[in-house]
């Protein structure tokens, strides 16, 4: 491609660019600091820069948001439209990693946020903004067929596609099954650079390195900008004085600032590139609530195809599900990312009333269904009745994921505790726990007669053995009466199994699970396969996860001989219960744990540490419950309980 062809001969254009999204599931106090913060004080400022063009993209979630709160800023947009000022990109509407979703779900999202744009605004967005510059090359189509004649992806992956040579690279096109759109490369130099250094002093810096006879184009959307004023300054006395710099570079310099549409329409030429993915998806390996959560989007993506006849429960069910598509809930990216309980929770919600949706009209029938849920080549164990879902792996032989679809909630929306880069720093609780497996319901364990709730506390677990990361064999399997029987067969080899399986492996676990009118029933049956007697604590680790921690969400009480007692939050122990009572008070529902004997009863609250805003903090995720029970088996000797859940309203 010839730059002297370009309107833009002699000129570096500049595309300039802000991008901004608030994750659904936000409460409304980080959408409004967003606004006052960021949002108003630049678009207030750009109005009185008629000259400096920008290109703007706010997720729908942002948008609607605004439209209730601040319909004023519309007004502000509808005019700066008007006079061309500013291009306004679509995309998902929900801010999903458009590479996860399935094609229908990338249409659909696209096009309802084109939609909402085109209502307001009266002009249907060109171009796209992708989520973390994702990007396999099928999107290519998807683009194309949604009407979008342009998008954005890093330099990096123009480099990464035959282009390093290029000093400067350019929009290129890219082609998938004969449908074509344009790439702009985003500058990750201009970006860091504006972060650290007024716009005046980038700029001329850049026409240093890159004489304007050789023409060129880049695009940048910063992250934050540095204007020189202090830390104390007002958000619209930054902003004036980014613009003013600019303006005034802009005017004694050979920059040319522009827009992606303005400068598609001078253009007639570009080098075609196909593009390497981009989209890396370890993140559902690097975190298994973030494969869960993936996992479920495609199970209801699923039922909601299934439906036939009603197309607007149809639609309605797909709109729940867009909700729970957003990328910042599914990896640790963007203030937190999936470490964020309550982003999760909105996922779940949004997806079980998608779910609920589906079952509307009489069709649904409890079942007890054998199918691969996380798709990891193994099947898993969905029992499903009127209100309760209860899902189990033979991993441990646990429950997985609890809903309780009259408040769309899963109880089991927990997130393991786990060192990395961004859970590490001083806190008051001392160094990070790090947990090596998925939380869950029902995990059991076998330990030793001196370990405490002390021990537990601190992840001390010496001689003992976990028996959530074995394998459990299915050996019954009953679907008529809901019902399947998984086995633990004993380790009689000295040698060592999975982490933890080294002590007590001569007994033998069988786990019943039964589901009768949202009932669920488990009998547990523990056998001494051994020749010497074997003295241990039995504890069926349960995590359930609320809304938050604390009196204003959760209260906790035991039943023992003499009837119901409250229990302080926080840690602690009880001696000799029979059930405890869970209530919680946000969702305005009990869960009723009972057992065939008594128990003593370990409670601790699981926090995970997580940087948001670059403060180091710790945030909840769920609360463990331990029952602890005492068994003395003698060889071939055999120890036996039971336990019941209900959750009601």
Avoid at 101 to 126: A, C, N, V, W
């Amino acid at each position: 491609m010839d730059r002297q062809d370009s309107f833009l001969s002699y000129k570096i254009g500049l595309i300039l660019g802000f991008h901004h999204h608030i994750p659904y599931g936000t409460g409304d106090e980080e959408f409004e600091s967003v606004y006052t913060g960021s949002l108003k004080p630049f678009i207030t400022a750009l109005y009185k820069y008629p000259h400096i063009p920008a290109v703007l993209h706010y997720s729908g979630v942002l948008l609607y948001w605004i439209e209730r709160n601040h319909p004023e800023f519309f007004m502000l947009l509808d005019d700066l439209i008007s006079r061309k000022q500013i291009e306004l990109l679509g995309g998902g509407f929900y801010e999903p990693m458009m590479t996860l979703l399935p094609p229908s779900d990338k249409i659909g999202q696209i096009e309802m946020l084109t939609t909402y744009i085109r209502k307001h605004f009266g002009k249907r967005p060109q171009g796209c903004w992708l989520p973390l510059s994702a990007w396999e090359q099928h999107m290519t189509g998807v683009l194309n067929t949604c009407g979008m004649g342009y998008t954005f992806l890093a330099d990096l992956q123009f480099n990464r596609s035959g282009l390093a040579g290029e000093e400067i690279p350019d929009p290129s096109i890219s082609e998938d099954q004969g449908k074509l759109v344009t790439i702009f490369p985003l500058s990750s130099r201009l970006k860091n650079e504006l972060g650290r250094r007024r716009v005046s002093e980038v700029l001329d810096r850049l026409l240093g390195e890159f004489p304007p006879e050789k023409g060129g184009l880049f695009s940048v959307f910063p992250d934050r900008i540095f204007t020189g004023e202090g830390e104390g300054a007002a958000p619209e006395t930054k902003m004036h004085r980014f613009l003013e710099d600019l303006s005034r570079a802009a005017e004694n310099s050979s920059i040319e600032l522009t827009l992606p549409g303005r400068y598609l329409k001078a253009r007639r030429a570009f080098k075609k590139v196909y593009f390497s993915s981009s989209a890396s998806r370890q993140f559902l390996i690097t975190y298994p609530e973030s494969n869960g959560l993936y996992a479920k989007m495609m199970f209801t993506h699923v039922l909601i195809n299934q439906l036939r006849g009603d197309k607007s429960r149809k639609k309605n069910a797909r709109e729940e599900l867009w909700k729970a598509q957003g990328y910042n809930a599914f990896c640790h990216e963007g203030e937190g990312g999936i470490y964020r309980h309550n982003l999760r929770n909105a996922s779940y919600q949004a997806m079980l009333e998608a779910e609920r949706i589906t079952r509307e009209g009489g069709a649904f029938i409890p079942s007890l269904m054998i199918f691969d849920f996380d798709l990891d080549g193994e099947a898993e164990y969905l029992f499903q009745d009127n209100r309760t879902n209860y899902y189990i792996k033979t991993e441990g032989a646990a429950v997985f994921e609890l809903d309780y679809l009259p408040k769309t909630w899963n109880y089991m929306n927990t997130l393991s505790r786990r060192r990395d880069a961004d859970t590490e720093g001083p806190l008051a609780a001392g160094a990070p726990v790090e947990d090596g497996y998925r939380r869950a319901a029902f995990l059991d364990r076998l330990l030793p007669l001196h370990t405490t709730l002390e021990d537990v506390l601190e992840n001390r677990f010496a001689g003992s053995r976990f028996c959530g990361n074995e394998r459990y064999e299915p050996v019954e399997l009953d679907k008529l009466q809901k019902k399947v029987r998984f086995r633990l067969s004993p380790k009689h080899s000295p040698e060592k199994g999975p982490a933890g399986t080294g002590f007590f492996r001569t007994i033998e676990l069988e786990k019943t699970y039964r589901l009768k009118d949202d009932i669920l029933t488990l009998t547990y049956s523990l056998k001494n396969q051994g020749d010497a007697r074997e003295h241990f604590k039995f504890i069926p680790q349960i995590d359930f996860s609320f809304p938050g921690e604390g009196e204003p969400f959760l209260r906790v009480f035991t039943f023992n001989s003499d009837g119901k007692e409250a229990v302080p939050p926080g840690a602690g122990e009880m001696k000799q219960v029979r059930g405890i009572e869970l209530q919680d008070l946000k969702n305005e529902t009990i869960l009723n744990l009972r057992s065939s004997g008594s128990f003593d009863l370990w409670i601790t609250p699981i926090r995970t540490r997580c940087r948001v805003g670059g403060i180091l903090r710790e945030l909840y995720q769920s609360t463990c419950f331990m029952p602890v029970q005492e068994a003395a088996l003698e060889p071939g000797e055999a120890y036996q309980c039971e336990f019941t859940l209900r959750i009601y309203h």
